[in-house]
């Protein structure tokens, strides 16, 4: 009995660590669209789906072992850390999808070089969540949190560019609309980011 709970809790991490690669690639692919990469937008709306799938499996799993082995202590915390973090890690690949909806639609939008980076750092922040949930790396995590810092500072460039685009260019409103859309959207991986390594800290029984 030991052996299947252990091999369960290995598949929770496994599973964890499957669905925020899925949604590493999908920011990867948002990155490559914002750059006019063909079919890189389309491509995200299956990485969506992919990590949907990986949500379900996760949270079905986490409830079997709740019923059966009713968790204490460290494997208690990696349970509960779980069903929390898949909530952030589906929303990671939502917010990819509506940016790439928005990215088929906008055209020929001028794209402010803060949202580049914006996006560059978002992408990154989802590459080092997948590498911290490889093996719930606490220092990892907190160098995602750090980061978030730096996301925020962009959001900031991102409007100042865009109303400095409007006045000196007569940038198209819609598009800076979209493009200041797409930089919330970008505000918010961040954030879930950020949750998905506190939940990690908090699973390595240190403070989050």
Known sequence: MRKWYDEQLA???RLLGEMCECDAEAMRLVERALDGAEGAADAVRGCEIV???KEREIERLCMRIIVRQQPVAKDLALVTSAVKMVTDLE???DQAADIADILKGAGR???PPSLKDM???ARRMTEMCAEALRGFDAETARTIKRTDDVVDGLFVAVKTELADMIDTHGED???A??????AKYLERVGDHAVNIAEWIVFAEGQEK
């Open 11 to 13: 598949e929770v991490r």
């Open 51 to 53: 990590s949907d799938g």
């Open 91 to 93: 929303r990671i690949a």
């Open 109 to 111: 939008c001028a794209v």
């Open 119 to 121: 996006t560059a750092t």
């Open 173 to 175: 409103g819609e598009c």
């Open 177 to 182: 609309m979209d493009m200041l859309m797409i």
